[in-house]
């Protein structure tokens, strides 16, 4: 789906611009453009980006396969911009974050924006766009802070999930930790190890993008840049320290697991111990006490029984009480 918002000087906003007038738009130098790819096929996007738009094919190619971490290119008349959207899916298991890959031109009046999937921070500010002209009227370059204020705003409510759902594993591995809190806390540290590998060279593109000296990125509006910099900044370090937490909870649950198992051997430890007297002690005599052995009579009359299975039975109940008094149980 190829969308087009076009804006002209005294000329109200126009969202049904013909593809094939694109040319005619760039022409207008106080004007704004703005064309959205969407899940369109590389060959309806080619012949607009190299031959309307005049996109070194290099870029293109970068744009059209979306394997990059995120960048920023300078090609003095344009900008070729790569960022990242985060997606966070409760539906899949504890939860994973899926990377949609955007790819932007940025020209002095015009803004070109491909994507594969459907991108929330795109839908907001075409919506913006829409409902408030304001928001055309500071310039391209004002449109892609727009653009990535509203897609690193889109980080903070993961974040919150994933602090959310640490606080319930710090819980469960307090009161019961099993096989799945240990599968959760891995998926969790694999999310926010996503989160940083996009966090981190998206970082470095708004820190150029605030500073740099580009010709199509007016001066006053790089400390609108540097303010998108600073919500990076606090994320990356939200995530360093929801890592830290996660892997104090890790170390947690790794010490229950060894408690319980300590406990478990303690208990078979006890157990054996009981029995120990009782197995010699039945070694020893044999228990033949239906049949003399060796003439020893005496050691097979009813008394001797009783007597031998009344020490089999105090014996490691003696055992028993003298450990609870030592505290060993």
Not at 66 to 79: A, I, M, N, Q, S
Not at 160 to 169: A, G, Q, R, S, T
Not at 274 to 284: N, Q
Not at 285 to 295: S, W
Request: glycine share 2%; with cysteine; net charge negative.
């Amino acid at each position: 789906m190829i969308r087009i918002l076009q804006i002209a000087p005294r000329s109200p906003l126009n969202t049904s611009y013909p593809p094939e007038k694109i040319k005619d738009a760039l022409k207008i130098k106080d004007g704004l453009l703005w064309v959205d790819f969407l899940n369109e096929p590389n060959e309806s996007c080619e012949p607009i980006l190299i031959n309307m738009f005049g996109f070194h094919p290099l870029a293109v190619d970068d744009a059209l396969q979306e394997t990059h971490t995120p960048k920023v290119d300078d090609w003095d008349d344009y900008l070729y911009i790569v960022l990242d959207a985060l997606v966070y899916d409760e539906l899949v298991g504890n939860g994973a974050l899926h990377l949609h890959e955007l790819d932007v031109f940025l020209g002095n009046n015009y803004i070109v924006t491909h994507h594969d999937e459907p991108i929330a921070a795109i839908d907001q500010t075409w919506n913006a766009c829409q409902r408030d002209p304001r928001h055309t009227q500071n310039g391209a370059d004002h449109l892609l802070y727009r653009i990535l204020d509203y897609l690193v705003a889109a980080y903070m409510p993961i974040v919150e999930k994933i602090d959310d759902e640490i606080d319930v594993i710090e819980d469960q591995v307090l009161s019961k930790a099993t096989t799945e809190t240990l599968e959760h806390i891995f998926s969790l540290k694999r999310s926010l190890l996503s989160m940083r590998r996009v966090i981190t060279p998206q970082r470095e593109v708004l820190n150029k993008l605030a500073r740099d000296d580009y010709q199509v990125i007016d001066s006053h509006d790089r400390v609108f840049f540097r303010d998108v910099y600073d919500h990076l900044v606090r994320m990356q370090d939200l995530n360093e320290s929801m890592r830290d937490m996660l892997s104090g909870t890790l170390d947690i649950y790794l010490s229950v697991v060894n408690n319980r198992m300590n406990d478990v051997m303690k208990t078979l430890t006890v157990i054996t111990t009981l029995f120990m007297p009782i197995s010699f002690i039945a070694g020893f005599f044999g228990m033949n006490f239906f049949e003399p052995v060796a003439h020893l009579t005496s050691w097979t009359r009813v008394p001797a029984f009783i007597i031998m299975l009344l020490v089999t039975i105090l014996t490691p109940t003696s055992m028993f009480v003298w450990m609870r008094r030592r505290r060993w149980l």
